[in-house]
């Protein structure tokens, strides 16, 4: 199996952490593979050296297993140093008492002699050998990242990072383009150059990938027309007004469209393609997004082993909304509901059906459900919901309120009502959420634990 070029296209003043993220994920990866089968197929090597002092004779004889190679040298004149080297498909270690071995599928010898006044211990391991060393090759994955003028590139945190050229890639096969994000605002200029390269690239990949704000350059290359992406859920709203061919949806971690089949979270895209177009949300949904690939390429065990290398989730729970206060922003930015919105904010309890929002607003009920929905997008009824979850989330990460008092002054009435609305919602339970979330002042007791697994237990028998 040869290794997936993984490019990423950067731009000036790329979100450093938009590209590192997924960086790490595929080395994570690229180290359980090259683990997993030990150097396998001729793909890698192990080293070893060790040094010590003190009195006596060196010696030194190795062993090496895989396809046949070991040395072991012991020199004298008051110190004793051994080398070991085991290549092939095995593993090699060396010892400066002299020993080196390895374990593979074949054997080899090598011994020699020294005399001094000298001995010393060390251990080194070529059991897992670094990917991408200049002693090895890559195993799953190969990454470049890659900007228009190449060199040293200026990125958002002020940490420069050093870059090839796009142009240098022409030649090259590329299994999988991510274009990581930018910092953007209303009135900021794409790069043209590398919109117009990865314009032209795309149709070489064999799927397209944008981190964060990244799906701005997607879009400007025509690659998200008739597809549904998400971006960061703060430039959401951005990213439909400027890119109106694109079916923007803030919510999701990630989308995978697949062009003519249904996407990641079952969603039916509109327009036939032939690549497969992935984005994701902001910073470390990158992470999620990078995953997901791994899972896709090498299997979910592979994936698993690399998400616990980061000591992330697999798969986070919940989309982004958990994460934001959306609905907050929205109804900041300026509108004819927005003082319903505030109102319904401080009445949750009450009751907040459409002739009683309608009454507020002054409007008949028929009247006021066909304007909210022009202005704001969505129902009354989903906005209710969202405000009561999102005020919900916010009790149970910064305070020990018991579920009953939140789902009471949240408006949902029962803890039953709660937990339904979570789990369809975001796909945890409550008291999941508060203990991944909660602030360190508001931090649960041990004894809150037992609490957890039982509502825990409650969504597995369900």
Same mark, same amino acid.
């Given at each position: 199996?040869?290794?997936?070029?993984?490019?990423?296209? /950067?731009?000036?003043?790329?979100?450093?952490?938009? +590209?590192?993220?997924?960086?790490?994920?595929?080395?994570?990866?690229?180290?359980?593979?090259?683990?997993?089968?030990?150097?396998?197929?001729?793909?890698?090597?192990?080293?070893?050296?060790?040094?010590?002092?003190?009195?006596?004779?060196?010696?030194?004889?190795?062993?090496?297993?895989?396809?046949?190679?070991?040395?072991?040298?012991?020199?004298?004149?008051?110190?004793?140093?051994?080398?070991?080297?085991?290549?092939?498909?095995?593993?090699?270690?060396?010892?400066?008492?002299?020993?080196?071995?390895?374990?593979?599928?074949?054997?080899?010898?090598?011994?020699?002699?020294?005399?001094?006044?000298?001995?010393?211990?060390?251990?080194?391991?070529?059991?897992?050998?670094?990917?991408?060393?200049?002693?090895?090759?890559?195993?799953?994955?190969?990454?470049?990242?890659?900007?228009?003028?190449?060199?040293?590139?200026?990125?958002?945190?002020?940490?420069?990072?050093?870059?090839?050229?796009?142009?240098?890639?022409?030649?090259? !096969?590329?299994?999988?383009?991510?274009? !990581?994000?930018?910092?953007?605002?209303?009135?900021?200029?794409?790069? !043209?150059?590398?919109?117009?390269?990865?314009?032209?690239?795309?149709?070489?990949?064999?799927?397209?990938?944008? /981190?964060?704000?990244?799906?701005?350059? *997607?879009?400007?290359?025509?690659?998200?027309?008739?597809?549904?992406?998400?971006?960061?859920?703060?430039?959401?709203?951005?990213?439909?007004?400027?890119?109106?061919?694109?079916?923007?949806?803030?919510? !999701?971690?990630?989308?995978?469209?697949?062009?003519?089949?249904?996407?990641?979270?079952?969603?039916?895209?509109?327009?036939?393609?032939?690549?497969?177009?992935?984005?994701?949300?902001?910073?470390?949904?990158?992470?999620?997004?990078?995953?997901?690939?791994?899972?896709?390429?090498?299997?979910?065990?592979?994936?698993?082993?690399?998400?616990?290398?980061?000591? /992330?989730?697999? $798969?986070?729970?919940?989309?982004?909304?958990?994460?934001?206060?959306?609905?907050?922003?929205?109804?900041?930015?300026?509108?004819?509901?927005?003082?319903?919105?505030?109102?319904?904010?401080?009445?949750?309890?009450?009751?907040?059906?459409?002739?009683?929002?309608?009454?507020?607003?002054?409007?008949?009920?028929?009247?006021?459900?066909?304007?909210?929905?022009?202005?704001?997008?969505?129902?009354?009824? $989903?906005?209710?919901? +969202?405000?009561? *979850?999102? @005020?919900?989330?916010?009790?149970?990460?910064?305070?020990?309120?018991?579920? $009953?008092?939140?789902?009471?002054?949240?408006?949902?009435?029962?803890?039953?009502? *709660?937990?339904?609305?979570?789990?369809?919602?975001?796909?945890?339970?409550? *008291?999941?959420?508060?203990?991944?979330?909660?602030?360190? +002042?508001?931090?649960?007791?041990?004894?809150?634990?037992? @609490?957890?697994?039982?509502?825990? +237990?409650?969504?597995?028998?369900?």
């Amino acid at each position: 199996m040869s290794a997936r070029h993984i490019v990423f296209a /950067v731009a000036p003043d790329l979100v450093l952490l938009d +590209a590192c993220g997924p960086l790490e994920a595929f080395w994570r990866a690229e180290l359980t593979m090259a683990v997993g089968r030990g150097d396998g197929e001729g793909g890698g090597a192990g080293a070893g050296f060790g040094t010590g002092s003190g009195s006596g004779n060196g010696n030194g004889n190795g062993n090496g297993n895989g396809n046949g190679n070991g040395n072991g040298n012991g020199n004298g004149n008051g110190s004793g140093n051994g080398n070991g080297i085991g290549n092939g498909n095995g593993n090699g270690s060396a010892n400066t008492n002299g020993n080196t071995s390895g374990n593979g599928n074949g054997n080899g010898n090598g011994n020699g002699n020294g005399n001094g006044n000298g001995s010393g211990s060390g251990n080194t391991s070529g059991a897992s050998p670094v990917p991408h060393s200049p002693h090895s090759r890559p195993v799953a994955y190969r990454t470049t990242v890659a900007s228009i003028d190449g060199g040293v590139l200026q990125t958002f945190p002020g940490l420069p990072v050093v870059t090839e050229r796009l142009d240098s890639l022409d030649a090259e !096969p590329i299994d999988t383009l991510i274009v !990581p994000g930018v910092p953007i605002d209303e009135h900021c200029t794409l790069q !043209p150059e590398l919109v117009a390269w990865i314009r032209r690239n795309a149709p070489r990949a064999r799927r397209i990938c944008s /981190v964060c704000t990244g799906a701005f350059y *997607l879009a400007a290359a025509g690659l998200l027309d008739g597809r549904r992406a998400t971006t960061h859920w703060r430039e959401a709203a951005h990213l439909a007004r400027r890119f109106p061919n694109v079916h923007v949806d803030a919510d !999701p971690i990630f989308i995978r469209d697949a062009g003519s089949g249904a996407g990641s979270d079952g969603h039916t895209s509109t327009t036939p393609r032939e690549s497969v177009v992935w984005t994701s949300a902001g910073v470390t949904a990158g992470i999620d997004l990078a995953l997901a690939l791994i899972d896709e390429d090498l299997g979910h065990a592979v994936a698993m082993q690399a998400a616990r290398r980061l000591v /992330v989730f697999m $798969k986070r729970p919940g989309g982004q909304s958990q994460f934001s206060a959306a609905l907050a922003a929205q109804a900041s930015a300026g509108g004819p509901f927005d003082a319903l919105h505030s109102w319904m904010a401080a009445h949750l309890r009450d009751d907040l059906t459409v002739e009683r929002l309608a009454e507020r607003a002054r409007m008949t009920p028929r009247t006021f459900a066909r304007r909210y929905v022009d202005e704001v997008g969505r129902t009354p009824a $989903k906005t209710v919901s +969202a405000l009561r *979850l999102e @005020a919900a989330s916010r009790a149970l990460a910064e305070s020990r309120r018991p579920l $009953k008092r939140i789902a009471l002054d949240c408006g949902f009435g029962s803890e039953q009502n *709660l937990r339904r609305a979570f789990v369809r919602r975001f796909g945890v339970l409550p *008291l999941d959420y508060r203990e991944r979330f909660m602030s360190a +002042a508001a931090a649960p007791s041990s004894a809150a634990s037992g @609490a957890i697994a039982a509502d825990s +237990a409650r969504l597995e028998t369900r």
